[in-house]
């Protein structure tokens, strides 16, 4: 029964947030932090319901009320009646009702660079090494595996695009980000409008200039604000950081070179400032010890970053 209650609450909140002329984003917000399993619930039916009316026979005499889901191709503006809206919210095991997704995966090999672009006139560009799961069915959803990605977002305020990586959830606000997965570290930086980072019940939100590191579980976001110049710098072949780890920089080398880059443990906490051009250490990759302030050993076709003897 209180999972059932939890329901037509998650559902009530869908109705009025997809209202056009919502405006209690306050209340919206008090009452996913009051417990930390309404967001899961909320994101649940948002991104189910609209599926489900197309099973659910249409009342003869509807009583209109505006509603827009939150999740990609199911929020098309649908007008439901409460009598609708009732019976969805307390329909049992309504996740086996969802429509088939349509997935499929895009992956690039080490050293290249890819751009997709979306059905929906999106974009998205792919560092080396980087696995991006998309779904033929609905444009405005995506999973970064991992890797780096550019997202270049075509802005539709009724149907957000959301972008799940690790533990967290992106979703656009009129957007160009930048996020990289490496193992269960998460970096977004955003370079033009802004994004909401949600995980659980918490939503962060990063406008551009802004950026935020997370682990699985905990997030923080950047002290310092970012050259909104130097996100997505990587596509065109320099590597910009702002104290960024040699461990992290050591991975990105990898992905962009197509060489194994290690960092010893004693440096790889060490912050890095500054910009790379990949070209020059594809040239020469002995370079990385110079502009890293590090010595760089090979190994034959890898390379280990250790502190200078």
């Keep these: 029964m209180a999972k059932q209650t939890n329901d037509i609450e998650a559902l009530d909140w869908v109705v009025r947030v997809g209202d056009p002329a919502f405006d209690d984003w306050g209340a919206f917000q008090a009452w996913l932090e009051a417990d930390p ?143 990289k997965r490496t193992g269960d570290v998460t970096r977004v930086v955003v370079s033009e409008g802004a994004v909401d980072v949600g995980a659980g019940s918490r939503l962060i939100r990063l406008v551009a200039g802004q950026g935020l590191v997370a682990r699985d579980g905990v997030a923080a976001p950047a002290s310092s604000k970012i050259d909104v110049s130097s996100v997505g710098a990587w596509r065109s072949g320099t590597l910009a950081y702002a104290g960024a780890p040699i461990g992290e920089v050591a991975g990105d080398l990898s992905r962009s070179l197509g060489l194994r880059v290690t960092a010893n443990r004693s440096v790889a906490t060490r912050p890095f400032y500054g910009a790379i051009v990949v070209a020059d250490i594809r040239r020469d990759p002995s370079r990385m010890a110079v502009l890293l302030d590090l010595d760089a050993k090979r190994h034959g076709d890898a390379w280990m970053l250790t502190a200078k003897p």
Excluded: C
């Excluded at 009646?81 to 349509?102: E, K």
């Excluded at 998205?124 to 780096?148: E, F, S, W, Y």
């Design 37 to 179: 399993d309404r967001a899961a619930r909320y994101h649940a039916l948002s991104a189910d319901v609209d599926d489900m009316v197309g099973l659910v026979p249409p009342d003869a005499n509807p009583a209109p009320i505006g509603f827009a889901a939150s999740n990609g191709r199911r929020r098309r503006g649908r007008w439901l009646s409460g009598a609708l809206a009732a019976s969805l919210a307390l329909t049992i095991g309504y996740a086996a009702l969802r429509q088939d997704a349509d997935p499929y995966v895009v992956e690039t090999a080490t050293g290249s660079i890819r751009t997709i672009a979306l059905a929906d006139g999106s974009s998205v560009t792919l560092g080396g090494a980087t696995r991006l799961t998309l779904d033929r069915a609905d444009p405005r959803v995506a999973t970064l595996d991992r890797g780096q990605a550019m997202f270049e977002i075509r802005h539709d305020a009724r149907d957000p695009f959301e972008v799940s990586v690790g533990d967290r959830k992106l979703i656009d606000v009129g957007t160009a980000f930048d996020v």
